[in-house]
């Protein structure tokens, strides 16, 4: 998802439940730049995306499984191991 892609959904979002953004901006504690920056697709902080996110209450879900990075198997010994047992 693109900034601009995410800017769109702030913005719908936060019309359709009625919230200024001035209103948004001060429940998410952040500055109403901030919040006309997101909703613009300008980009931010996560400090400032996931407040926002909330007083709108939204969530982000990840792409991808966080154990892909941790575990130390490599991909082959991974599949191996979860053949075997």
Known sequence: MTEQEMGKILF?????IGLSRETVAQKAN???SAMRNLEKGLGSSVKTLLPVLDVLGLTIE??????????????V???RSATNG
């Not at 719908?12 to 359709?16: A, I, V």
């Not at 990840?62 to 991909?75: E, M, R, W």
């Open 12 to 16: 719908e979002t936060r019309k359709r």
């Open 30 to 32: 952040v500055s109403r």
């Open 62 to 75: 990840p792409k991808f499984d966080v154990s892909d990075y941790t575990n130390k198997l490599s991909p």
């Open 77 to 79: 010994e991974r599949l």
